[in-house]
């Protein structure tokens, strides 16, 4: 094993697991028993069908279930019975999840088996895998290069394919952790591809007609790690690209100068080659330490059903955020250690408040507490009254719970409180404001409403200190009557918010008061940081209509604006829209969904994301769907129109680039290349229903109809040439006054729309509908505003504490000014300080490549890029992002001949990690310039190598290719015969340093140096000895590792012919084994294998010093030339 990826990422991670802070042992896969400490349990697998290593788990089980008096009780028969639960359990035809689900249950809970005679009345006994209590008594292995048989897949020879996993975490033989690893990337590292292997290895990309992975490596397997070093996150075999998360904390307690603390962490060297490996230290000894694994695996997996198309759900596994982790810590710490309300005298000194911004999974934190309570010795027997009064969230808190393996009582009426409440027993109970207030009104006309200041209270009905209160939203319903009625009725509970929402200072006091001093926070820059959302930009745009002789809105009502209330604001709004005047006019309401629609259709849909508009009222939420189809319309004939002949509008505007075109054209030709789609996409308001309205309106105020036009919002959009005329419309746009815009969750979402003023917490709220996350390509959400709440929101975040008001939204003019900065940079770095080079200048593009030559400004330079296109895809296709149009294609240019130059065919520039609008901008460029063939990677072995050397525009620029892809081509084969690409790697840098700035004395030397390199792949022999040349390319390379330390670099010919009959007996000996079908991948046979070629050296006198050394390298390299047997 050598290379970046092993050197930098994998061997660092495995010697920071073994450290003694850490604990696990370490075997490699396919050596067998190698690296096994005296007295550990032996590594070995039984073929490569089955990923438990049953010798290890067989062991450990016995040693875990015992009797009483401690005698053994578990014979191989319920044994059998046990194990089988984590190899075959699952619901038949449920697949890997169903399987997974079972065997984590059955990992968690135990096995039961037929109980033992004469031990608690036979009675049936449940086997555990995993001392959760004690992790010592458990074995801990990291295995590296694990194999595991494809089932299904053949490769070139007929041979069972086989996926080589980088490590396997093992529990006492059990897998519960996979991690790949991959090198780092120029400018963002590789996790990308990291996290789609992890998904290959499980089935899970899809991608392929045969089968890509192993779902027995994934049956037990609890969480997965993908790694750079320098970039590491976490997910579970089911987990996207974007459910992947950081890790930010080693330990969630403790102090800086605990052995875990996360900035000592960050700072030991466990490796001599960590230091780039920041994000894996810290990750590994957040997760990975088998106290907080275990801990993991126990409380913080559960499984969902998410959506995932339009009437379409999966099951997935989720694991925990680190934040979430680290709140329920702390909450079980406090409830641990904090005085009862008796102890203190005064108050309830265990609970607090767990500040976690939306969008950072509160109710999932929620859940895990729950489980961690439960099996936390001293706190088990809580009962959980839970607090909420969405019925949405109490809907996805109901579900969650089950997750829990709790049975929740849902309280709806205020008589059913004390009965359920009363009760001694644990238990977890929802008590529904809104539904207590519904039911109260329905019954006692609201007068006897359970959240009237005046509602008499159920006196006292439990005084246990065993009670914890769990408020959602704490922020709002600190003071309303029902929590006071819960506080008076359950005086000793301790009581624990949650909010979303930053706590208004004006209300915090109150808030602390009534539940104590924060638990832990996470902010919404913390969550930002972190990409568990995405920032949320601002535009203002104060529609023009008519008013009077055409003045703009807001410089006809600018000063009256400022100076009224929200109540006097509503009565205007009220006033205009029965005189059928300006701000919610027809005519008003018409030109605002155009401007909508359009501003939609360039941005947003392109990317295949969706929007919601916030109207004025219910009636006005019905018309806007009136007129945004009427936009929909006029927009589809608009460009119908262009496209037919004899009119050239459309055509003219796709000849025109991109940077030239004008604002209709842009939209012209962004239309026409979603048509289909455009024709098809609905509009669809979602609104309260009421006894006065339109009869029209019930499409819009019925449950079911609404349920179902928020399942099609939150599914991604289908596949235009699916699309028929009987198909349903997609929705694109919902519409709503107050419905969906707090407790609504669709990542989908990228804009939304205000036409209605807000303020404080129902403002903030409904702007991070757009901020959560969603695929690699949603990088920002926007807040479009035609109601001038700009000011409102500075207000908001103003009014809230200081400590918490760091994020928030953004203007989209700091981006502009943070895109000027950016583009300065670049041409910087490229030493641009004068007009733009013409990119069909090959010389003079060329010259500016060589600038990137040094790994490190190159490095430098992609990661200028990356937040230059970030920004300018996040800004198109706004007016101010024109002047960079040109910019933008001539750096991405530089960036794809740089890729070829250098030969960085997996790790260089790849417009398509961009938006959809950068990548066609770039793409276009190129096609213009027709240069798409001349700037694709090639390997020093293509065909077409020498040809594009010869296109190059310099000696310096055919050099640098050339040295390149000598490089890369050694780096690529380096393992089949160390010693000759040594050799060769060796000369690589004497010519560099010989001929610095003789580029072509440098060419003619690279011209016979890439001859050579080829001749070492082809096993052509080139300047070795005739009769070392008849040897197969295997035989040349065990001879020449044979010299390195049997000679002192002078042969003799008795010595070399020795040593060619020694080569060409290790050859015979590999030819021998591979009658067994699985050798490469069964790490018995290889040890086989590596055990008769040290015979071979021992025996031998000349090898018989270097025996020990020899025989795992010669191994390693007929694994390398296995083509060759």
């Known amino acids: 094993m050598s290379g970046p990826e092993y050197k930098y990422v994998e061997a660092p991670l495995i010697a920071q697991l073994t450290h003694h802070t850490m604990g696990w042992r370490h075997a490699v896969g396919n050596q067998g028993t190698e690296l096994q400490a005296p007295g550990d349990e032996p590594y070995v697998r039984q073929g490569t069908d089955s990923a438990l290593l049953t010798g290890i788990l067989r062991r450990r089980l016995d040693q875990l279930n015992r009797m009483p008096d401690g005698a053994a009780w578990l014979d191989d028969a319920r044994a059998a019975v046990a194990i089988s639960a984590l190899s075959k359990g699952g619901t038949p035809g449920g697949g890997l999840i169903a399987a997974n689900e079972a065997a984590t249950e059955a990992l968690v809970e135990g096995v039961a088996v037929p109980g033992v005679d004469g031990w608690n009345g036979g009675r049936a006994q449940k086997v555990r895998f995993i001392d959760w209590e004690t992790p010592a008594n458990n074995d801990f292995l990291v295995v590296s290069q694990f194999p595991m ?27 519960l952790v996979v991690i790949e690893c991959k090198k780092l990337k120029a400018g963002q590292g590789d996790a990308h591809k990291a996290i ?32 750079t070093g320098d970039t590491a996150l976490l997910g579970t075999f089911t987990s996207r690209p974007q459910d992947y998360v950081v890790w930010r904390q080693a330990h969630p307690l403790v102090g800086d100068t605990h052995p875990l603390s996360t900035k000592r962490v960050a700072k030991t060297t466990y490796d001599k080659d960590d230091a780039f490996a920041t994000a894996q230290k810290v990750l590994a000894a957040g997760v990975l330490h088998p106290h907080h694994l275990l801990d993991i695996v126990r409380n913080f997996v559960v499984f969902k059903d998410v959506e995932v198309a339009e009437g379409r759900t999966a099951r997935v596994k989720i694991g925990p955020r680190y934040q979430q982790y680290r709140a329920v810590y702390k909450a079980i710490e406090r409830l641990r250690t904090g005085e009862t309300k008796q102890v203190h005298g005064k108050e309830d000194k265990r609970g607090g408040i767990i500040w976690h911004t939306q969008g950072s999974g509160k109710s999932l934190t929620m859940v895990f507490l729950v489980r961690k309570l439960r099996s936390t010795p001293g706190l088990g027997h809580f009962k959980v009254v839970v607090v909420t009064d969405r019925k949405q969230l109490q809907k996805q808190l109901a579900e969650t719970a089950v997750l829990a393996g709790e049975k929740p009582d849902i309280v709806t009426r205020a008589s059913k409180v004390p009965k359920v409440l009363g009760l001694e027993n644990a238990g977890l109970v ?17 007068a006897d409403s359970l959240a009237h200041q005046g509602t008499p209270g159920w006196g006292l009905i439990n005084d246990r200190d065993g009670i914890l209160i769990m408020v959602d939203e704490a922020h709002r319903s600190h003071g309303s009557a029902l929590h006071q009625n819960l506080m008076e009725s359950l005086p000793n509970a301790a009581r624990i918010g949650f909010t979303g929402t930053p706590i208004i200072m004006n209300h915090r006091k109150l808030t602390t008061t009534t539940f104590g001093e924060f638990i832990d926070t996470y902010r919404l820059k913390d969550a930002e940081d972190d990409g568990a959302i995405v920032p949320i930009y601002y535009e203002g745009h104060i529609a023009k209509g008519a008013v009077n002789e055409g003045e703009a809105l807001d410089e006809v009502f600018q000063e009256e604006f400022e100076e009224l209330t929200d109540d006097q604001y509503d009565e205007l709004q009220k006033r205009y829209a029965k005189s059928s005047a300006v701000l919610n006019a027809d005519d008003m309401i018409r030109r605002k969904a155009r401007h909508m629609l359009r501003h939609y259709v360039e941005g947003a849909m392109k990317e295949g994301f969706k929007a919601q508009v916030v109207a004025y009222s219910r009636g006005i939420a019905v018309r806007y769907r009136e007129a945004l189809c009427d936009a929909r319309d006029e927009l589809v004939a608009e460009v119908e129109k262009a496209a037919t002949p004899p009119a050239r509008t459309l055509a003219r505007a796709q000849d025109t680039p991109a940077e030239e075109r004008t604002p209709k054209q842009r939209l012209l030709v962004s239309a026409h290349k979603q048509l289909t789609l455009l024709k098809a996409i609905d509009f669809v308001p979602v609104i309260s229903p009421d006894s006065e309205d339109d009869p029209t309106w019930t499409s819009w105020s019925d449950g079911n109809a609404q349920e179902n036009a928020v399942t099609a919002f939150r599914s991604p959009f289908p596949d235009p040439a699916d699309l028929t005329p009987e198909s349903p419309r997609p929705v694109a746009v919902l519409i709503v006054r107050t419905m969906l815009l707090t407790g609504f969750d669709a990542p989908i979402e990228q804009v939304m729309y205000l036409d209605r003023r807000m303020r404080e917490a129902e403002l903030l709220q409904a702007v991070a509908r757009v901020n959560r996350t969603y695929g690699e390509k949603k990088q920002a959400g926007f807040v479009v505003d035609y109601a001038g709440v700009s000011r409102a929101l500075l207000e908001a975040m103003a009014a809230y504490a200081s400590d918490e008001a760091e994020g928030g939204t953004i203007k989209i003019e700091v981006e502009e000014n943070k895109l000027e900065d950016q583009y300065d940079a670049l041409r910087h770095h490229l030493g641009l300080t004068r007009e733009l080079i013409d990119p069909a200048d090959t010389a003079a593009v060329h010259r500016l490549v060589d600038t990137l030559e040094d790994e490190e400004r190159r490095i430098a330079y992609h990661k200028l890029l990356r937040d230059f296109l970030n920004t300018f895809d996040l800004l198109l296709p706004r007016e101010a992002t024109r002047r960079y149009q040109r910019p933008a294609k001539l750096f991405g240019f530089i960036a794809q001949v740089a890729k070829q130059r250098f030969s960085e065919e997996e790790v260089g520039f790849d417009p398509s990690a961009y938006g959809e609008r950068v990548a066609e901008l770039i793409d276009e460029h190129v096609k213009a310039l027709g240069v798409e063939r001349a700037i694709e990677p090639t390997r020093l072995t293509s065909d077409d190598f020498r040809t594009k050397v010869e296109q190059l525009p310099s000696s310096r620029a055919k050099a640098s290719m050339m040295a390149h892809a000598v490089r890369n081509h050694i780096e690529l084969h380096f393992q089949e015969n160390p010693v000759a690409y040594n050799r060769l790697r060796e000369r690589l840098e004497e010519i560099l340093k010989k001929y610095a700035e003789d580029w072509a004395q440098q060419l003619d030397a690279f011209e016979a140096l890439s001859q050579e390199a080829q001749d070492v792949t082809e096993g052509r022999g080139s300047g070795l000895p005739e009769d070392v040349r008849s040897l197969s390319k295997l035989e040349q390379a065990v001879y020449q590792q044979l010299t390195t330390v049997v000679t002192d670099g002078v042969i003799a010919d008795e010595v070399r012919l020795d040593l060619l009959g020694l080569a060409r007996e290790v050859r015979a000996v590999a030819v021998r084994h591979t009658a067994r079908k699985d050798l490469f991948s069964n790490t018995a046979a290889l040890h086989d294998l590596q055990s008769d070629i040290w015979m071979l050296f021992a025996v031998n006198d000349r090898t018989h010093p270097a025996a020990d050394s020899l025989a795992p390298a010669v191994r390693e390299i007929i694994q390398h030339n296995k083509k060759d047997l």
């Open 149 to 175: 048989t494809i089932p299904g897949a053949r490769d070139d020879h007929g041979k069972p394919k086989k996926l080589i996993a980088d490590l396997v975490l093992f529990v006492n033989g059990i897998p």
């Open 196 to 227: 789609q292997q992890l998904r290959r290895y499980a089935n899970q990309k899809r991608v392929s007609t045969t089968p890509e992975g192993s779902e027995q490596l994934f049956r037990t397997v609890q969480l997965t790690v993908a790694t």
């Open 430 to 446: 929802f008590v529904m404001i809104q539904k207590q207030q519904d039911a109260e009104k329905a019954r006692q006309n609201a």
